[in-house]
């Protein structure tokens, strides 16, 4: 991958990656793919950077910014809604032309002037999974309370799992840590590990198959890893991000974002010249975020019939979710 010179005139990108996050063979490696693209076919050299603590994060943002002060076409992206608390707090005063920083999976409530955001809106591919899962006991197993995209998606699940269940279970909800905003929730492995094997082996009946629905980023790996580890449980994940069809068997579904899409267009908009909006949200009723099956689950004929069936459905609860 090209470095960039951020001398001025000289186009170049710099990516702050999640913590721990590349290589999850999920999201984040799709926004790598979708920055690979673009250097295909723009040429515009890119840096990577995967920080080690939200300290280094911090560190690396603000060498950034003074290095790119006074030059021109230079973009910053902050590939991650842990970054929210860090973007906050920039002091941005750019004297070149072109210069971007975006940061990803955030609203701009409370940012300063020259970061723009966007948010992939999760509610309508929540509330139908909720829908399509309303034959199972489920449970949510989230990173940290506080997040507003945790939040939506919670909220969006429950309303699409009671409206629609045929079991008179009650929906439960876990988080990583009680601590609100705890970014580094989101980079922590072993508790979703553990969390995972409590809820698996001490909360769930296993005589029921049950679903656990992870909202966790980078943590997600320990889910994974719990249930290779105990592969006689009969309760099964929903994928999240990217479809996870070839990485785990218990995975009748993934809720898959298109990540790589939306960063070529914001590059290739970037490229072009053209102005972003301070704001966008992206969810499943323009496919940004859409349901995909595993076929090497077993029979998901059930689900997909109530995919169909509730669809429509999801779209509406997303577009009025958004007016509010």
Request: net charge negative; hydrophobic share 40%; charged share 25%.
């Amino acid at each position: 991958m090209g470095a960039s010179e951020n001398n001025s005139g000289i186009a170049n990108i710099t990516l702050i990656a999640s913590i721990n996050g590349i290589g999850d063979n999920s999201y984040n490696d799709q926004i790598l793919a979708g920055l690979f693209r673009f250097n295909e076919d723009s040429e515009v050299p890119f840096r990577l950077v995967q920080p080690e603590s939200m300290d280094e994060a911090d560190s690396l943002v603000q060498a950034w910014l003074k290095e790119n002060v006074d030059t021109d076409s230079s973009m910053l992206i902050l590939a991650s809604s842990e970054y929210v608390g860090l973007a906050r707090k920039l002091d941005i005063r750019f004297t070149g032309i072109g210069n971007k920083v975006l940061l990803f999976e955030a609203d701009t409530a409370g940012l300063p002037q020259g970061v723009n955001a966007f948010s992939i809106e999760r509610y309508g591919a929540s509330y139908l999974s909720g829908a399509i899962l309303g034959i199972n006991p489920c449970m949510i197993l989230a990173a940290a309370p506080g997040f507003a995209s945790l939040e939506t998606s919670i909220d969006g699940f429950r309303k699409g799992y009671d409206a629609h269940k045929t079991i008179a279970d009650t929906l439960g909800v876990d988080y990583l840590t009680y601590n609100e905003n705890d970014e580094t929730a989101f980079n922590n492995i072993e508790f979703a590990y553990v969390a995972t094997f409590s809820i698996t082996n001490y909360i769930l009946d296993a005589d029921r198959p049950s679903a656990i629905f992870p909202l966790l980023g980078g943590a997600i790996k320990g889910v994974r890893r719990a249930l290779i580890d105990y592969p006689n449980t009969g309760h099964f994940m929903i994928g999240m991000d990217v479809d996870q069809s070839g990485v785990l068997p218990k995975v009748p579904f993934t809720l898959v974002i298109d990540i790589k899409g939306i960063v070529v267009r914001y590059l290739e908009e970037w490229a072009l010249g053209k102005d972003w909006p301070r704001f966008r949200s992206l969810g499943l009723g323009d496919a940004a975020a859409s349901i995909v099956f595993n076929k090497n689950f077993g029979d998901t004929k059930e689900f997909e019939d109530r995919y169909e069936k509730y669809y429509d459905e999801a779209v509406r609860e997303e577009a009025r979710h958004a007016k509010k």
